[in-house]
């Protein structure tokens, strides 16, 4: 998630603006201390313009 975010060249502020997340939240995700709900992950994969499945197999390649 933070690779994506920071390709699309995106702050956690502004990132968690476009997916209706607070920052802090957003920075817990990316250290990997939270276990987002479906409802959250499709939020993210929306913020980023891409698909859930994409979302979760680039999540599945980097083994987390």
Do not use: W
């Amino acid at each position: 998630m933070r690779e994506a975010r920071e390709r699309a060249n995106l702050t956690q502020e502004r990132f968690g603006f476009r997916a209706g997340l607070h920052p802090t939240y957003i920075s817990q995700l990316e250290r990997g201390l939270g276990n987002p709900s479906l409802d959250v992950l499709t939020r993210i994969a929306k913020a980023l313009h891409l698909s859930l499945s994409d979302l979760v197999r680039s999540a599945e390649e980097k083994g987390h």
